[in-house]
């Protein structure tokens, strides 16, 4: 794991904590099957948790073993100050699913109604929250329509307004953006940011590896079941010492010259070139040169592993690098 | 008292069964062939108010155990077959809240549908056919016990279940708890084996005895239900139920989705 137990040292108490968490599923023919091994992670109050991993890695066996839709087979946590899955966890978070199904002969506004009297709010708490949840998640206009006539997107928008009808404290989503174009995936970064501004715990699990890099305070790599990686966003990802040089007008000439700067190496693309270079000192060298040629140099860029990188760097390494 | 959640659950179930236009259509259907019956039955000399009688309760009875497989079985399993149930259970309810909630709305629901038929054939009695309306009450509500019976029936067996293996099993624990009797009459005059013989009596008194719930031709042929009879078969009915939720409860408490 690249870093240990990361909230651990805080005074805050964390809003979940799960210790040794393990999910085994018996199959036809006997034998076990681990969906999840042994996970120990701790989520601060007030973060946006960003919880990766591939297919079949034990994300949503997670979620489900927080809400307590199933049962861990060893380990133990809690929600909140509360056992995972107790009514009083329960009472203080809100959940979207993946792929969120509801009850189809509802309207929009009459389902969060529903959900609202599952909180036990009162007639004017559901009023108010109905109408400024729609209103957050652009439904207001549609709150009057059967929710089996509503989009993938709109059900998925549906889905976030009802995560948020008791006003929680912490929000579980597994793959908020699935279904949504891309003004709706701004418009659902954007909550999330908003959500924590207020405070709000968020634990998102996500395949969007470019939104969880840039909302994300922290994250965790779940890799079959196993974690891999936890910590903060900037602590995991390297700072390379790469600079990355973008040319026009690179002709054959040019090029050799820039391949005879030590360590560089040359991609082509439709209408530029980019050069990387390896450190800091061949920069001066790889713009003389390309100056002298009659080259026209485009950006200058840092080069900086994204999660991208980390993701694929750590599940390569785990299967022997065939991810890589 | 029952707790708000319950009520919450129990409303949706309602609400779901009005929108839902099986049970709607149901009620009509079984509405037209009572009145269908009364405007016959005048060309029945001398039988017509047994005749008519006869045929709403039949009508009764089998409307309401239509509407009560098709709500009820798919009730706890159409939650998870549709996957709504991760919606549900991340609220702040109890399992077992769940289970008596979606009983209760649908023995509510059942009740809704029940009654415009019973108020046809109360109707009638009163205008011109004779008889007695409070016993055709009481035999309705006796009717309605046994679709309660059934509904915790049908939610015990659909806490592990499908909606199809639900309805199914439900359908056969009610056949054959009619027919108890004479099945294990034949079981103990056909079997050779002592066995066979044990388990024909141990289903006899496992299953629920329905024709206690069965008081048609009294009221066909005029014959007063007892109060005390009434009140024996409710004590009877809520025993049945609440073992059969309990049960229920339990399974659905300990199933992972």
Redo the contacts between chains.
Sequence with gaps: MTESRHAGASAVPPVISVNNLTKRYRNPSGSDRAALVGLTLDVSPGEIYGFLGPNGAGKTTTI?LL?????PTAGSGTILGAPLGS??A??R?G?L?E?????E??RGD?LLD??G????LTAAERRTRVEDLLKLVGLWEHRRLAVRKYSRGMLQRL?LA?ALINDPELVILDEPAGGLDPIGRREMRDILLQLRDRGKTVFLSSHILAEVEMICDQVAILHRGQLLAVGRIGDLLADSREMELTVHGLDGTLTKRLEGIPGATIRHGADSTVVVLPEQRFVYQAIETVKQAGGQIVSLTAKRERLEDLFVKLIGSREGGTAA | MIS??VA?VA??VL??AG??RTLPVLVLFGCGVILSSAFLSFFQLGVEVKFFKDVAMTVIFLFGTTSTLILVSTQLSGEIE???I?????????RWELVVGKFVGAVAAIALCVAPMVAILAFFIYTDRGGSILEAVKASYLLWLAFAVLSAIALGIASFSTSIVAASLSVLVFVVSYLKGAVTTYVALVSRSPATAYLGQALYYLLPNFENFNVRTAVVHDRIVPWAYLGRTTLYALVLVAFFLYLGAQIFEER??
Excluded: C, D, W
């Excluded at chain 2, 991760?86 to 109890?94: A, E, G, Q, T």
């Design positions: 489900k809400l307590g839709l199933i049962f009514v009083a329960r009472r978070l959940f699913p792929s969120p199904y509801f009850y002969y509802f009459e529903y959900y009297r599952l909180f036990g889905g009802q | 708000s959640v919450v409303r949706q609400q779901e929108r839902r549709s996957r709504t991760y919606n549900v259970l991340s609220k702040p309810i109890r992972e989705f």
